[in-house]
């Protein structure tokens, strides 16, 4: 067990970690060069458009060094701020991870954020200066910053270029000389970790697992013992990339397992395999379950909302779509909604707003879907007078105010990267943004980190966006989930000629509520057409209208010219005009668009 | 030009060759003209080839062809374009006794029917009315559209306005006693007070015309003027100004004892022009030249008085495919729009036009024609809804008739009555 080596790589996104992991591959002559062209471990093609990686994979090959080989397995993670969560769980099943820094960027905020995630999984760091054959690499001052920041010794980092294969040999080297070996069993029944999960058509679903005490071999009738179900295993096997299907998997090593099992809700992440004959008294240590939070709709692009019923083709093909990506996807939720603007679709929930855009491009792109997606939204905990505490998904489920004691809102400890120059913007930004400043720290003299306490709904409402453009895009940010905290937070409803519409209302913070409602008001003034009757759009909390748009009424409806040759041509477009009113939903008696609903329920400005 | 529509293996004879109504009323397109108007939305072009004796020549076969199915006598010729008084005058006396050897003009002649030719006032000259009058004409329409240099440049209009009145006394010295003309408004640019002066012009001719049609500047698709107002160059008037110009042409003109007998169109009382009051009561008319439509009610039973249906169809609009078809198929054009008869679609396209006027509908006889095509409930509620809002007339003579402010939304109406007849 001395020559395994069990590792991750983490980096900021674009640091370069899958260049290094295909490298490494290639040094360990696991892959041709020209195979190695591709970047292997990421095996969907959104993630390689994307150059992220989003599902966890694991890979064994065989190093020789000092005279002995080793055994490596290569456990890959995400690269991105919405997924802490399973990088987490990709490091639980390793000793140690190189932590990739790019030579000509420097540390970056999902630097600090992963690096400490592996130093709270008690793993061993090889800090890896990457892209040093880039004319802008400054590898001794990144150094500096990362013994600076992370307190590891600027000495201690390797410089490598994964592009021109420089420095590869020693990272091998110090992967086999630095990092530790497995832990030895501690118990003599077998127990196995589930760190990942994905579906196959045709096998079922494939479970990765580090095998921690004992062995698991094919055959072997096996429980999983948080779930409390046992299958019958059926093939194991490791990934050198291509599948190679073993017979037994050992205390230490990592591999996947096959055992006829039909969907992903059988597995949950984090659990712990046992022999069901000989159990383990009790399982390793888990994770938490992911927690969605952030919320918003899919409905079918193509639906309208009175004839494009639960029934419809449209929304079968969502159904179908969703439900498939599910099985490969489990750490997003859906449930059925029916909005009265858009009829009906899923409303989802996510680990966060990356994690949403590529579940809604995959539903997209895999399940040949058009959607349309709603404004992301927060999860909200409402406190009732009599101590029950309600989460709430939809502004329209809040209960009636007066009936609850307050409502709280998710927050994030946030670590934003930034260019010296822009600070002071940056704080202004985290500062409209209802932030409470933490700390500040010191990354270099160009560069600062800024840690900040800000709530989760105002993340998710264009502030990344922002703090790439006030930083020319090189501010960069992480954020946890550390709790819910009660402020001051109201529905805002949309009334059009006094009706509420209950499909715009939202949460927001009383200070934000004028302008988020002018906001609300204005845009629909745009996409509303004249009525024979002036429309007034008011934004209210409570019975309080806080803003107000008036659509004047129309003047005219009248074709100046209608004559012989005209008719066939005006018949259709009076008899389109009203086909196009009746797909309209009718507020208030106004016929209200959906595009208008569009336009308040999308994203951005 | 009007080119996307393809020509089917349809002529105009397969519209013709079931039992109908003989047709009282007559169109003739002429597609010349001096220039395309940036806002016109007609077949027209500019003929650089110089081919108006072809197309007199085929017109005639056509007119041949067409004769079996009009009523004798006829009752309204309508010459329209294009610009028709660009046809030379050589030419038009050719044509003209030609329709009067193929058709029936006596009541015509006696003063009791109605020949309308379309003149562009550059192009009236003394010989021309005389022409005309002598082939039978006897009521001219000179497209005007307005006094102003400034507004006729934005509507690329390059005729003098001076020659306006000098065109309408050289008809009326000619003696062609009715006379009517166009004007545009809500140009933009365009400022009341402009569109003041333009109808006060239009009501000082002397001798007075008897007829006027005013049209608010419709942006149709696939103009060039409606490009030009999508990239910006130019401002629409607004809705606002739009509406206080026609509510002041209306009270301007019928005080001036011009009556609105339809959306656009003004007459003294009896000098309605009553070609178009054939169109816009659903009549049957006959069509010739590209891009003419036609529309004849089918005869025999009689189910639905209100509205009988019949055969509606257009000619091919490009003027060589026209020609060409023509000298084929002895005088029949090929058509690339041909409506079969369709009770609803008839009950339909009469309310449409129909509520445009005046007179308005027979309430009664319009709910009888949809209750005999399914149940009428709808309908008798839409009519209830657009009375208590004011946009119709509670109760004329048992008609619907639009309010002055029902005329502003008379689109609306007519969709929402439209939308219930029953299928």
Redesign the interface.
Known sequence: MSDIRNFSIIAHIDHGKSTLADRLLQATHAVSAREAQEQLLDDMDLERERGITIKASAVTVMHQHGGKPFMMNFIDTPGHVDFTYEVSRALTACEGAILVVDATQGVQAQTVANAYLAINNDLELIPVVNKIDLPSAAPDDVAMEIEQILGIPAEDCIYVSAKTGQGIDELLGAICDRLPAPRPSLITQTRALVFDATYDDYRGVIVYIRCFDGTLRVGDKIRMMGVGRTFTVTELGKFTPKQVKVKSISAGETGYLVAAIKTLADVRIGDTITIEHDQAPEPLPGYEEPKQMVFCDFYPATADADSGGKGGADFEELREAVEKLNLNDASFTYQTVHSDALGFGFRCGFLGLLHMDIVQERLEREGGVRIIQTAPTVTYQVLMHDGEVREIHNPADLPDPGSYEEIREPIVRIDIMVPTTSIGDVMKLCNERRGVFRSQQFVSGARQILHYELPLAEIIYDFYDKLKSMTSGYGTMDYEITGFVSDDLVKLDILVNGTPVEALSIIVHRDKAVYRGRLLCSKLREQIPRH?FEIPIQAAVGAKVIARETIKA????????????D??R??KL??K??EGKKRMKNVGSVNIPQDAFMSVLEQGE | MQGEAQASDQTARDALSGPHEPARSL?LHVPFCFHKCHYCDFYSFVDTRDRQEAFVDALALELHALAPHAAAPLETIFVGGGTPSLLRPELWERLTRHIGETFDLSHIRAGRGEWTVECNPETVTPELMRVLRDGGVNRVSVGAQSFDHRHLKALERWHDPENVPRALALAADAGIERRSLDLIYAIPGQTLGDWKRDVETALAIDPPIEHISC????YEPNTAMTARLRRGEFQAAP??L??EM?EWLVERLRVAGLERYE??NFARRGAECAH?LA??RQRS?L?AGP?????VRTAGERANAFAPPGN?W?NVPQLTAWMDGVKRSEGWSPVV?H?TPDDR?AI??RV??GL?LREGLDEASLLEAAATIGDASELRATIARARA?GLLYDDIDGHLTLTDRG??????V???L??TIPS
């Open positions: 024979q129309m003047r005219k409806d009248v074709t100046a010219k209608c004559y012989g040759g008719v066939s005006k018949r009076l008899e005009q009203k | 169109y049209y608010a500047l419709t809705d606002e739009e509406v026609y959306v656009s178009n169109y816009w008319w069509a891009s003419a439509s036609g529309h509606r257009k729009e409506e679609r339909i396209e449409m036009t445009r809002s005329y502003l939304f008379a689109d609306g007519a969709a929402d439209m939308s």
